[in-house]
């Protein structure tokens, strides 16, 4: 199977900056679509942002023009780098890769464990 371990969630404050990681293991031949979900307090999950395998990225438009989505193709890793970060912006984060298996021809997806993303002075 796969795995999907999230890093870099924590606590800051407004206008500050943050960076989540999402690194994947196991029997991977590759992976296509790595996405951003979060899910804030008393709210549905929604998503905020997708890069697909060819570099081509979407966001959420509450947060257009303050996070990058990346991914490093070598180590099966996708960031998040969040900036000018606000209070509305604190949510559970998590990854979602959409990946193949090795001898398998179909797509997959899986989700990362979450990670607290706090946003207060």
């Known amino acids: 199977q796969v795995q999907l371990v999230e890093s870099g969630g924590g606590l800051v404050q407004p206008g500050g900056s943050m960076r989540l990681s999402c690194a994947a293991s196991?029997?991977?031949?590759?992976?296509?679509?790595m996405n951003w979900y979060r899910q804030p307090p008393g709210k549905q999950r929604e998503l905020v942002a997708t890069?697909?395998?060819?570099?081509?990225?979407n966001y959420a438009d509450s947060v257009k023009g303050r996070f990058t989505i990346s991914r490093d193709n070598a180590k099966n890793t996708a960031y998040l780098q969040m900036n000018a970060m606000k209070p509305e912006d604190t949510a559970i984060y998590y990854c979602?890769?959409?990946?193949?298996?090795?001898?398998?021809?179909?797509?997959?997806?899986?989700w990362g464990q979450g990670t607290q993303v706090t946003v207060s002075s």
């Open positions: 979602n890769y959409r990946v193949i298996l090795v001898h398998q021809t179909v797509s997959r997806n899986y």
């Open positions: 196991g029997n991977i031949e590759t992976i296509n679509a």
């Open positions: 890069i697909t395998s060819g570099g081509t990225t």
